[in-house]
């Protein structure tokens, strides 16, 4: 079982949707989470971090279940602007502390 | 202004031919990775390193050396043993403070190497 699993997608949906993205991972010590937004051909950039207790951002809302070990990312009211690859990542408290990607899930944004 | 910065870009290579790809960060960090994407796929690490003059293999180290001389540098040298070198290579850096939120991982713009 891979670490970090994502859905590739493509979620195909129009504007003004919302949709939400799951990522599961498989080491329970994990303790830092991220959502990154991938445009094609780019590097990945920082969408937000997740926290234990959930947080917002404008449109975007993360959140964290330990118990069942995944992490969410809901985007409302979706605009074209937010067709983009989304990654998972994951730390883990082990010596190491390495980001660990999701092959991330395709969304296209259509009018 | 603090970031990471790759070089360069682009870059061609010959069959057998060793390239070394630059990444360099004035964000103070410790810890520095190298990963690899190819196309529809996830990021792969291939070496990382957390403090100066150690590094640690990844996932898909053959093929691959590092050095880490400097807190600030950490390139990659592609070999000739890397049979399928043709990819887009991501730098990263984070800070390794644990008790800090700002855990989160900074990339360079990447660099797309092709064999020719």
């Known amino acids: 079982r891979k670490e970090v699993e994502q859905d590739p997608g493509p979620f195909n949906v129009p504007e003004g949707a919302t949709v939400a993205f799951n990522c599961t991972y498989s080491?329970?010590?994990?303790?830092?989470f991220f959502w990154y937004r991938q445009d094609c051909r780019k590097e990945p950039k920082l969408l937000m971090s997740?926290?234990?207790s959930g947080n917002e951002d404008g449109r975007f809302t993360a959140q964290l279940n330990r118990a069942s070990q995944y992490i969410s990312l809901l985007i409302r009211d979706s605009k074209l602007s937010d067709s983009a690859t989304y990654l998972c990542v994951v730390i883990s408290s082990g010596g190491s502390y390495i980001p660990t990607f999701g092959r991330g899930t395709s969304l296209i944004v259509h009018p | 202004d603090g970031g990471i910065t790759q070089s360069p870009k682009y870059l061609f290579r010959k069959e057998g031919q060793n390239v070394t790809l630059s990444c360099e960060q004035n964000l103070n960090h410790d810890a520095m990775y190298w990963y690899r994407q190819d196309p529809g796929q996830g990021l792969r690490l291939i070496y990382y390193?957390?403090?100066?003059?150690?590094?640690q293999k990844g996932d898909i180290a053959e093929g691959y050396s590092v050095s880490r001389e400097k807190k600030e540098s950490f390139p990659l040298t592609v070999t000739s043993a890397q049979k399928n070198p043709t990819a887009f290579y991501l730098c990263a850096s984070s800070s390794r403070d644990r008790g800090s939120s700002n855990t989160e991982a900074f990339f360079g713009q990447g660099t797309r190497l092709t064999v020719v």
């Open positions: 080491n329970s010590a994990s303790q830092s």
């Open positions: 997740v926290y234990s």
């Open positions: 390193s957390q403090i100066v003059n150690d590094f």
